[in-house]
T-cell receptor, first 113, second 112 residues
Framework: EPEVTQTPSHQVTQMGQEVILRCVPI?????FYWYRQILGQKVEFLVS????????KSEIFDDQFSVERPDGSNFTLKIRSTKLEDSAMYFC???????????FGDGTRLSIL | GENVEQHPSTLSVQEGDSAVIKCTYS??????FPWYKQELGKRPQLIID?????GEKKDQRIAVTLNKTAKHFSLHITETQPEDSAVYFC???????????FGAGTTVTVRA
């Protein structure tokens, strides 16, 4: 069964540094998403991406965040200047269309020191 | 925006018993309700979902019911097994939106 893959599984970064989280969505999917889960809290939506542009974003997704699909397979989340409160598990997801189930990757645990 | 409440936060059941998790949502425009199971350190995995044009859906030991009038939906696991132990999340999706709005999760422990 095809899966969403994410790298790295764990990223440790100094506060203020830039970090890029990488995702390879399921190959025939067209909609891509990033969510985050702070330890002990619910999964929160960050952004959705379709047809090479952001289709929806949450209040969390401020100017320090950006997403990109640099080639035909990767989907990245960049955090420009990380803060302590960015420490969380970041999940990538993809779906065939906006009304089809979203399938999640294993996540990247981001730790900001 | 959509607000999803999930109860209980923890649930301990004896192997073989049933487990029920309940969620409520706030926006009547929500029309798709998936349930995800997340084992420790692993991805949220879709286990069952229901759309607003049906009231119940079943897949082996798992069933989901939806009451649109009351804006609540429930996950039922029958004949629980130790491998059912995990965190379960409900979610809601509004038509014309892209995002899923998640509940806070229920930690289910099945005692052998």
């Amino acid at each position: 069964e095809p899966e969403v893959t994410q790298t790295p599984s764990h990223q440790v970064t100094q506060m203020g540094q830039e970090v890029i989280l990488r995702c390879v969505p399921i190959s025939n999917h067209l909609y891509f998403y990033w969510y985050r889960q702070i330890l002990g809290q619910k999964v929160e939506f960050l952004v959705s991406f379709y047809n090479n542009e952001i289709s929806e974003k949450s209040e969390i997704f401020d100017d320090q965040f950006s997403v990109e699909r640099p080639d035909g397979s990767n989907f990245t989340l960049k955090i420009r200047s990380t803060k302590l409160e960015d420490s969380a598990m970041y999940f990538c997801a993809s779906s065939g269309n906006s009304n089809q189930p979203q399938h999640f990757g294993d996540g990247t645990r981001l730790s900001i020191l | 925006g959509e607000n999803v409440e999930q109860h209980p936060s923890t649930l301990s059941v004896q192997e073989g018993d049933s487990a029920v998790i309940k969620c409520t949502y706030s926006d009547s425009a929500s029309n798709y309700f998936p349930w995800y199971k997340q084992e420790l350190g692993k991805r949220p995995q879709l286990i069952i979902d229901i759309r607003s044009n049906v009231g119940e859906k079943k897949d082996q030991r798992i069933a989901v019911t939806l009451n649109k009038t009351a804006k609540h939906f429930s996950l039922h696991i029958t004949e629980t097994q130790p491998e059912d132990s995990a965190v379960y999340f409900c979610a809601a999706h509004r038509s014309n939106d892209y995002k899923l709005s998640f509940g806070a999760g229920t930690t289910v422990t099945v005692r052998a």
